[in-house]
């Protein structure tokens, strides 16, 4: 481990807290995406920045919870039934890496300093803009749902430094290249080497450097699929939307039944040299029983290992009991390998697949002539990742910290399936992609 791990966070956005965690800032983890935006660090922690905490030292809050914890557990462990006690078993098995993690965080007093302040980060007071609930955000899944959607167009602009004058005392003037392609359906791509400003419907987006989405319902998934497995992905993270009590009632996003998510073609999206799969989970036992025994089987995925996602508030502590049931304040990440799928598929024309060939990852056909290959470590088991939760379901971008366990060529080939954000060279797939580059979540450098 490094000396003082500050100074690399501060770049990087990932703290290494010992051998087996990390604390990571999800919006500088995000800005390495952007070049002339940034994202604005009070919108994404529209959350749990509320300072009703108590006066308490983290490390006091933290043993009072520990006493309750107790308490509970012993009232509650007769109740459980059978598959409440697999899960409770599993919840056993993990809580010593977790609580081994927060420890670790509440010891490194720097990051905690560091973590007070995450939400007015580098902002000036000006820029710190809270999200407004007049300006309305456009609801992407309705407007891809009208008989409309095809004619719907977004209009990238492309700004150039024009430098003619520059050398004559003219300040630095710039043009402004406009290309306009449907929204719906469609591989819209920024290929360029800066992020640039779209527009849709009057509403602004933000599209980071080389990236792409692809913004559809589950039906048309399968025009993401390459016409040759060589140019498929070798890292493929999900976020279904499961069914669940709280997504229903908060109605931000409509769920599926399990059973469609059999129908994904993750075979079909992998690259010839393999993929690793990162599927997130609730910690329903249902759910991990459903993904174990039907899923992973189905999607040809073999499981590997599990990191876990945990949620602190601004003060370090945590946001509920770790031993509550059914409000655990951490979430798991499933990864798994897909061995790929040599052969052709009926899918993409080729021009389509030869744009998320180059926008994507633009190096990939270097690498592959030169052979180039990842050197994949091994990948370990119950890693945990802790940081302060964005909005709702929002998780945090932990595709920088899977690189390592990814097999094929580089720099890899990522996705990001049922997306609602987009990252310098993913391809970003769903039914919203562009919720959260709306431009009220961004700030200009
Ligand atoms: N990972 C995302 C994040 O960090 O913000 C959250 C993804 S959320 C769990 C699931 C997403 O799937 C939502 O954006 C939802 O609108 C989308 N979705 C639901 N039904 C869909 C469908 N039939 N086709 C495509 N996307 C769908």
Known sequence: MEDNPLPSFIKSGIYQLNSTAVFIDPVRLLNRSYTRFRVSPSTYYSRFFDSTNSTQSPKASEDSRKRKRKQKKKNKVQSLNEREQIADRRHQEVKPFLLKAHEALLEATDILKVLRNLRNDGCVVRECKELSKESSELSLMELGGVWQAPMYEIVLNYYHDDKTFQNEGFPLAHSIEQRVTPVFNNLVANEGNDDIEAELLNHKYIIPKRSCFYMSDLQQIDSLIPADSDCGFNLIVIDPPWENGSARQKVRYPTLPNRYFLSLPVKELCHTSGALLALWVTNREKLRDFVENDLFPKWGVTYAASFYWLKVKANGILPGELDLFHHRPYECLLLGYCKGKVGLSHALELPLLKRILFFTSPCLLQ???????????????????????????????????????????????????????????????????????????????
Not at 368 to 385: A, C
Not at 399 to 415: N, S, T
Request: a neutral charge; charged letters at 25%.
């Open 367 to 445: 690498d592959t002539h030169s052979g180039k290959l990842t050197r994949m470590n091994p990948i370990p088991d119950n890693r945990v990742f802790i940081s302060v939760p964005g909005d709702y379901s929002r998780k945090p971008p932990i595709g920088e910290l899977l690189l390592d366990y990814v097999p094929g060529p580089m720099p890899a080939r990522c996705v990001e399936l049922f997306a609602r954000e987009m990252i310098a060279g993913w391809t970003s797939w769903g039914n919203e992609p562009l919720h959260f580059q709306d431009s009220r979540y961004f700030v200009s450098k």
